[in-house]
């Protein structure tokens, strides 16, 4: 349903809005992006000592901060574009008393 | 080390609890305290099925062999919940707004409700997911024969095949149960996903403790178990790019076509809300899941004997330290995996199942239709039950069938490469308007055969399914088809190699079978409507289908959701119109928003061809669509303000229209009105001055014949009396002041008492009363009396009007939004559709043949009576003869008994 | 010689007091209470006058003296209309579908049994 009110209530906010919509979606390019950042390693140190564990930390770092960024964007987004279309799902149940 | 008869103790105890949490989330869902039910959190849990046996015990075998390559798994998965706003979102509304209930549902509604896609897709599912399961069954198997061979001898080393069978037919009971309660509107099990809630909790607590204990317990810390890595044999794993690569993809992939995961992410979606949450939430949850694989991995090749199975680390690390409660917890952490995973997979395969290949096939038997067919409703549900145990089944025999090997363990990836084959037409249906139904078809077969080829039946391994030498030289020595080294492609990984040209083929398909093909209007309008899910949510309107009775509608909705979803839809659709009663105006809205209710239940397929049926008589024809599709391309360009405008508008006609055909009925009626007391008023007076001219005459009249006759005035009398006092009563109702007192009372003893007061109407017919005193034994507080006077005069009618040969009516007290009402139905011929908004009017009597009855006048005074109390009367159509409502006035109340 | 009457009235109470007063008169009375037989009823019986309420289960009295005047047994049969409806398009309907006489209810005994009297050429 168009909800023009909404529309209108939130105009100010709109700029900031779709700043965060672009980030949320740039966030998991940057991601694939840095996880695929291992594979190069491997070619440039070749005559290396193993340092899978220290490649391991450096995943688990992007993951987690990943998971911070997409966190504060998705608490930023919350009051903003969703608005659900209430259908007729929203109908109140009836239900035999047991 | 305990008995083995523990184990199996603290796993029924663990199984007995899932049910309980299943049992009590569905019952307080059903009383419609969802709450903290469907919070995003539990939603973000619910996600967690996919990670299955495989990740639980899988990903530590999985990093023993091949270093960290395992994280890409669910590297594509995370980055999918984190770039949600790409696509999921608008998964997630799709599938609220055209009720989708599987992704074989999404498949064949995006394509024109095509009825062979979404069996299409069905059988690509249920042949990728079959081993998936099997692999379940053989995890559950092989953990508790690691604790059997450990354990002494008291449990007789049972064959494992025994273990496998009472695990699948636990799980199909604890999946009919919980999965097929109830045919839900919209396809929702809140037990399932609570006890799957709960699962996930299980799994990760067990993961983390694990390693928690390796890194802690077993190493000195941190520090230690980075050299320990770096030392371990994992550590010198090659790291091929193009399988890193693959990974990502297909995992990514195939959390958004796994038919479970779809389940969970947009069919059980409640709240397009908890998507935000969860997108980062569910990542984390993956990264705690995965933090201590490698750990693990290394640990356990560096403790445990040469040989030990890596797929069983989690499980034997512990145990060989001695920490039996920590690995009763992995235990029945892996448990958890398997069984959440198998329970959400039966139930999302049993509903494709049943919507996409038992109702069509059903439908065409019954050529008549539904209408006339019997409860639609309780073949549905069997057939899903049916479908459950015939998917735990077909698991069970593949896990027999294939030995049990480590050739399973491979089946992981195998198994998504085969969904995957669905994500052509998924992402093309839901961005790419141009995508048709012949390129969607084709594209999955393409990809489907494909795999088939390059993946599926090589994987049992050679001279199973393909002979040794046609994998080794292609068909007929053709080398360039060889199997797993396609048109020459045999330097690549084999995954790399499937995945490639599967996709490849597919999409191609795809695309060109879209570009050549010309869509149906009925694709055009879908294809519209999903790919503009966000700025057009009104779908097509304007244009009429030839005429369907609601009353006919209503019944079969009855059938397939129930007597009490039907009605509280039907009403709510009549109020949305500005219309009383439960009858709204079938307008092709209407049609539309019933037909998406439906396919909650049935399927897009079905219920398209369902409605088609009941508004035509037939499947729509070519004029019909090209109809639909004129008139949606022309209100897609409607402005947003233009189209609520014209619903307000669309709205007030209706409540205009009914107040005109009300005035005209009423004018009518106020003729007759006068007519009507007349007759009523001169009636008695006639027997009375009749009979009192008689007397008056005095001569030859015996005793007795005095006696009789004054008394046939005094009863005239009375008549008159009674009459004028019911005049006054609704007059007093109607505008006059009316105290009313309130009491409290058990609701049984105000129906007795109207049940006996009524006995004498009519008596001579015999006449059943049907009742349910225990439901009856619910505390009122209201004026007893008026509610008693408004239940005899419903009774009264009943037994006065009812013209079954074998009259019954039967009274029930039903929950009514949270409130109490009483229905009496009759089992007579009802009363016509025209006539139900007249029957509350004064004189309404609808013929004349039972003139000794009341003047007319009981049901306006029912109704004002109600009003007054804070309730109402209604009449409930559909329900085989005259139906009323009697809904209380809300106050609180509670059980007597 | 006495006259024979046909009754067809719904009403038994009213029935029973036009009953009792033709019979004390001195007339043979018979009773009918259905519409949707009095046709058949008259027929049976060949009654000299007939006395017909208007509002009768099942058929109208209306559509029976329609029926009636269109047999050429009971043409000219005499039919006094009964109405408790008391309006004046009842009335001209029935004159105009050939009733013998009008009478609204409620009725004076005397009145009826005169125009009853009348109606068979009975001083």
């Known amino acids: 349903m168009p909800d023009d009110t909404k529309q209108l209530f939130l105009a100010r906010d709109t700029f900031m809005r779709r700043r965060v919509i672009d980030a949320s979606r740039l966030l998991p390019l940057l991601g694939l992006f840095l996880f695929l950042i291992p594979l190069l390693w491997d070619d440039v140190g070749s005559g290396r000592e193993a340092f899978l564990a220290e490649k391991l930390l450096y995943m688990f770092a992007v993951w987690f901060s990943l998971v911070a960024v997409a966190a504060v964007l998705a608490f930023k987004l919350r009051p903003g574009d969703l608005n659900v279309p209430r259908g007729l799902e929203e109908v109140d149940r009836e239900a035999e008393i047991d | 080390m305990f008995a083995f008869d523990i184990l199996i103790e603290v796993c029924i105890g663990y199984v007995v609890l899932l049910f309980l949490v299943a049992y009590v989330a569905d019952r307080r869902a059903r009383q419609g305290k969802i709450g903290w039910l469907r919070s995003p959190l539990v939603y973000t849990l619910s996600l967690s099925i996919y990670c299955t046996a495989w990740t639980f015990y899988g990903a530590v075998g999985y990093a023993a062999r091949s270093g960290i390559e395992f994280l890409c798994i669910y590297l594509g998965p995370s980055l999918v919940m984190i770039g949600w706003w790409w696509g999921l979102r608008k998964l997630v509304r799709i599938g609220r707004m055209q009720r989708i209930t599987s992704i074989a549902d999404l498949i064949s509604s995006r394509y024109g409700k095509s009825a062979m896609l979404g069996g299409l897709v069905t059988l690509l599912a249920v042949i990728a997911t079959t081993p998936y399961i099997a692999l379940q069954l053989q995890s559950v198997t092989l953990s508790f024969g690691v604790f059997a061979a450990a354990s002494p001898s008291d449990w007789p080393v049972q064959s494992q095949h025994a273990t496998a069978i009472w695990v699948a037919v636990g799980l199909a009971v604890f999946t009919i149960v919980f999965g097929t309660r109830n045919l839900d509107a919209n396809e929702r099990h809140h037990g399932v996903v609570m006890a799957i809630a709960v699962e996930a909790l299980v799994k990760l607590a067990a993961l983390l403790a694990v390693g928690a204990f390796v890194v802690w317990g077993i190493a000195d810390g941190p520090r230690e178990i980075i050299q320990r890595i770096n030392e371990s044999p994992i550590a010198m794993a090659p790291n091929q790019s193009s399988r890193w690569l693959a990974l990502i993809f297909l995992s990514g992939a195939a959390f958004l076509c796994l038919p479970r995961m779809f389940q969970v992410l947009v069919v059980e979606n409640d709240d397009e809300h908890h998507l935000s949450t969860a997108s980062w939430a569910f990542p984390l949850y993956l990264a705690l899941l995965n933090l201590f694989v490698l750990p693990i991995a290394a640990m356990g090749l560096a403790v445990l004997p040469q040989g030990s199975n890596p797929d069983l680390f989690v499980l034997t690390l512990p145990l060989s330290q001695g920490q039996n409660s920590l690995a009763m917890l992995v235990f029945l952490g892996g448990f958890s995996s398997a069984t959440s995973m198998v329970i959400v997979a039966s139930i999302a395969l049993s509903t494709m199942v049943s919507n996409h290949v038992v109702m069509p096939l059903w439908l065409s038997i019954r050529r008549q239709g539904a209408t006339v067919s019997g409860d639609v409703r309780e073949v549905v549900l069997m057939s899903r039950r049916l479908s459950i145990s015939a998917v735990l089944g077909l698991g069970y025999v593949y896990y027999r069938f294939s030995g049990g090997g480590e050739a399973l363990a491979s089946i992981g990836l195998v198994s998504f490469a085969g969904v995957v084959q669905v994500l052509p037409a998924l992402v093309g249906g839901v961005f790419w308007r141009g995508a048709t139904r012949v390129g969607a078809a084709l594209g999955v077969s393409v990809g489907f055969v494909v795999w088939l080829y390059v993946m599926f039946l090589p994987s049992f391994g050679p001279d199973v399914l393909l002979s040794a030498r046609m994998m080794l030289e292609g068909p007929l020595g053709i080398g360039w088809l060889r199997p797993q080294a396609l048109f020459g492609l045999h330097d690549v990984d084999p995954l790399v190699h499937a995945l490639l040209w599967s996709m490849a083929f597919n999409t191609t398909a795809f695309c060109i079978g879209s570009l050549l093909s010309f869509p149906n209007p009925l694709e055009r309008v879908q294809g519209a409507q999903f790919v503009n899910v966000f700025d057009y949510t009104a779908s097509h309107r304007g244009w009429s289908r030839s005429n369907v009775d609601a009353e006919d509608l209503l019944i079969m909705a009855q059938r397939i959701l129930g007597p009490s979803e039907a009605q509280a839809l039907f009403q709510a659709a009549a109020d949305a119109q500005g219309k009383q009663g439960y009858l709204p105006e079938i307008t092709p809205d209407f049609i539309d928003s019933f037909e998406r209710v439906l396919a909650g239940s049935v399927g897009a397929a079905t219920a398209h061809a369902m409605i088609g049926q009941m508004t035509s008589g037939s499947a729509l024809s070519v004029e019909d669509l090209m109809a639909v599709a004129d008139e949606t391309a022309q209100i897609m360009e409607y402005s947003s303000q233009l189209e609520a405008q014209s619903q307000e508008l669309s709205r007030t006609a209706g409540q205009l229209r009914d107040a005109n055909e009300k005035l005209t009925a009423l004018s009518v009626q106020k003729d007759a009105f006068l007519s009507q007391i007349s007759h009523e008023l001169r009636t008695p007076m006639t027997s009375i001055r009749a009979f009192s001219e008689i007397l008056m005459l005095g001569d030859a009249l015996d005793a007795e014949e005095k006696a009789k006759y004054s008394k046939i005035i005094h009863d005239e009398a009375l008549r008159l009396t009674r009459l004028l006092d019911a005049l006054l009563d609704l007059n007093v109702l109607e505008h006059g002041h009316v105290t009313i007192e309130q009491e409290r009372a058990v609701l049984r003893d105000v129906i007795d008492r109207a049940v006996f007061a009524t006995s004498a109407v009519s008596a001579d017919r015999v006449f059943t009363i049907d009742r349910n005193e225990a439901r009856e034994a619910v505390q009122i507080y209201t004026d007893l009396d008026r509610l008693s006077q408004v239940f005899i005069n419903l009774i009264a009618n009943a037994r006065k009007y009812c013209d079954a040969p074998r009259p019954r009516l039967t009274i029930r007290v039903v929950r009514v939004d949270g409130g109490l009402a009483v229905d009496f139905v009759d089992n007579g011929s009802g009363i016509p559709a025209e006539s139900q908004s007249l029957i509350f009017e004064k004189f309404s009597r609808l013929s004349d043949q039972s003139a000794a009855g009341g003047a007319g006048l009981g049901l306006a005074i029912s109704r004002e009576i109600m009003t007054k109390l804070g309730g109402s009367v209604t009449y409930l159509p559909g329900q085989g003869g005259a139906a009323f409502r009697v809904i209380l006035p809300k106050l609180p109340m509670e059980r007597a008994a | ?123």
Do not use: Y
């Open chain 3, 1 to 123: 010689m006495s006259h024979h009457v046909l009754l067809i009235e719904d009403e038994p109470n009213i029935m029973e007091a036009i009953r009792f007063f033709l019979s004390r008169d001195g007339w043979k009375v018979s009773c009918h209470s259905d519409g949707a037989t009095a046709v058949s009823e008259v027929n049976r019986i060949t009654p000299d006058v007939v006395v017909l309420d208007v509002m009768l289960p099942n058929r109208s009295g209306f559509d029976v003296l329609k029926e009636l005047r269109a047999a050429p047994d009971t043409r000219d049969l005499p039919v006094l209309m009964l109405t408790a409806k008391g309006q004046t398009k009842d009335r001209e309907r029935a004159e105009q579908l050939g009733s013998s006489g009008f009478m609204t209810k409620p009725f004076s005994n005397a009145e009826v049994l005169e125009k009853l009297r009348s109606m068979v050429g009975h001083a």
